[in-house]
C-alpha cells in the first residue's frame, strides 16, 4: 500500500486503571516497527510522543544508525529507520499529509469496526489519500483518539482467550495482512 503510514501512540493511552498517561519509548519498538514498516513499504512510521526528553532519544538512537559507525555497522537498521518521524501529537502528522485518513487499532471490538480486507479494499480504491494507522502503546489508545478516527480496525482475534499482543507483534501482523489482501 502506498499510500498507508503508521503511528506508534505513546501519548494520549490508558494504564492499567485506565488513566491517561504518556507511556516510555523503547529501543525495541523503534528498530523493529522501523524494519516492519519498511520491509511492508510503508511511507512513513510516526512516533508520536509530547515529552522532549522521549522525542530526543528517538533522535538520538535514529542518529546513531543513520550516520557513521552505525550506518557502516548496519547498513539494514540504517535504511530501516529513514522511514521513522518524530512528532508531538497527532495534529503534527496532518502537517505531513492534505486530510489523512486514521484508522485505529483496538483489542476491543467497536460498532465502527472495519475488517483488514474491507481497509485494504478500501485504500486501494481510494489511493489518492493517505491512510495512517494508529496503534496505542499501555493499555490502548485513549477514546478521544478512537473517537477523532475514520475508522476503528477489527481487533486482532487468536486461537484461545488471551487478547494481548505486544505493539511489535501486532504492527507485524497488520502489515501482513493488509499486504495480503491488497
Known amino acids: 500500500m502506498k499510500n ?6 505513546h501519548y494520549p493511552v490508558y494504564n492499567k486503571k485506565r488513566e491517561l498517561i504518556a507511556t516510555s519509548v523503547t529501543n525495541l519498538d523503534i528498530h523493529d516497527i522501523a524494519r516492519c514498516a519498511k ?4 511511507k512513513k512510521y510516526f512516533i508520536v510522543h509530547p515529552a522532549k526528553v522521549q522525542q530526543e532519544f528517538i533522535n538520538e538512537m535514529t542518529n546513531f544508525w543513520s550516520r557513521d559507525y552505525g550506518r557502516t555497522y548496519n547498513a539494514d537498521r540504517s535504511k530501516a529507520l ?14 505531513y499529509y492534505d486530510d489523512p485518513v ?9 460498532e465502527r469496526g472495519i475488517g483488514i480486507h474491507n481497509l485494504a479494499q478500501t ?7 493517505d491512510y495512517v494507522i494508529l496503534f496505542g502503546t499501555g493499555w490502548g489508545l485513549a477514546d478521544q483518539v478512537i473517537d477523532q478516527a475514520t475508522y476503528v480496525l ?19 501482523i497488520i502489515l501482513d495482512r493488509l499486504h495480503e489482501n491488497y
Request: net charge negative; proline share 2%; hydrophobic share 40%.
Open 39 to 42: 520491509t511492508y513499504g510503508v
Open 4 to 9: 498507508l503510514s503508521i503511528a506508534l501512540v
Open 102 to 110: 486514521f484508522v485505529v487499532t483496538s483489542a476491543k471490538q467497536s
Open 123 to 129: 485504500a486501494a480504491k481510494d489511493s489518492e489519500r
Open 154 to 172: 477489527n481487533p486482532l482475534i487468536g486461537t484461545g482467550e488471551y487478547n494481548h499482543l505486544s505493539v511489535r507483534s501486532a504492527v507485524a
Open 82 to 95: 529513514e522511514t521513522v518521524e518524530v512528532v508531538s501529537d497527532l495534529d503534527e502528522i496532518k502537517q
